[in-house]
């Protein structure tokens, strides 16, 4: 009888599945960005190159994969909006890194696409903020930053008021990124930052990281 083969050791098994999955993320990525998320699974096929039941070894269906692709490009470029450095020490801090969003296009164009394809649903946004951002905003509150009282529902408002803004730039183009910080100044409000210390963290320029 031949040899039976030995099983892939577990940790070469488990590089060859998160390599399969990241060559996929990143062709759902590319369809986001080119056709957005009405794509099918099978412009997504063509795209990294396997068939359609490939994908579906990695993913229930075309919306898992497509909010995995977000995901991960949102986690991305918030890593590098921070610039190595922790993010959420301070109120400034996190409105630099909200700020930088207005200016993707020159800086992360394939995120400015995808965005600019999703946004007519803004939900995505809304979640990244009241959700996995909510520590970000308690973190900010507990060091009385921004209004304690009332956080969910000021929190809420914020979200909504950042994917409007985000549309605005990035999507109808009504705003241009200058007009979209002042935006986001008056949106400050909703959480009881005085005027004066709005003032200061606006005057002063973004500073971007040189590598993305």
């Not at 990525?29 to 099918?40: C, D, H, K, S």
């Not at 898992?64 to 959420?88: H, K, T």
């Not at 993707?104 to 394939?110: F, G, M, R």
Request: hydrophobic content about 45%; overall charge positive; cysteine-free.
């Amino acid at each position: 009888m031949p040899a039976k083969k030995k099983a892939a050791a577990p940790s070469r098994q488990a590089a060859y599945t998160a390599r399969n999955r990241a060559n996929l993320v990143s062709a759902a990525q590319r369809v986001l960005a080119e056709i957005g998320p009405q794509a099918t699974i099978e412009q997504v096929s063509e795209i990294a190159q396997v068939s359609p039941t490939t994908i579906y070894k990695y993913f229930p269906n075309k919306e898992a994969l497509f909010s995995e692709a977000m995901a991960v490009i949102w986690q991305d470029w918030v890593a590098w909006s921070y610039n190595g450095e922790a993010p959420a020490q301070n109120l400034e801090s996190v409105l630099s890194s909200a700020r930088k969003l207005f200016w993707i296009k020159q800086t992360h164009p394939l995120f400015a696409r995808i965005l600019h394809n999703t946004l007519y649903n803004p939900n995505f946004v809304i979640q990244a903020v009241s959700g996995p951002g909510r520590t970000t905003f308690q973190k900010l509150a507990a060091q009385g930053e921004i209004a304690k009282d009332d956080f969910d529902k000021r929190l809420l408002i914020y979200a909504y008021s950042l994917a409007g803004i985000l549309t605005a730039v990035h999507v109808t183009e009504t705003l241009s990124p200058t007009d979209a910080e002042k935006s986001l100044a008056y949106a400050l409000k909703i959480f009881d930052v005085s005027e004066a210390k709005v003032n200061k963290i606006f005057a002063k320029k973004i500073e971007f990281p040189t590598t993305k």
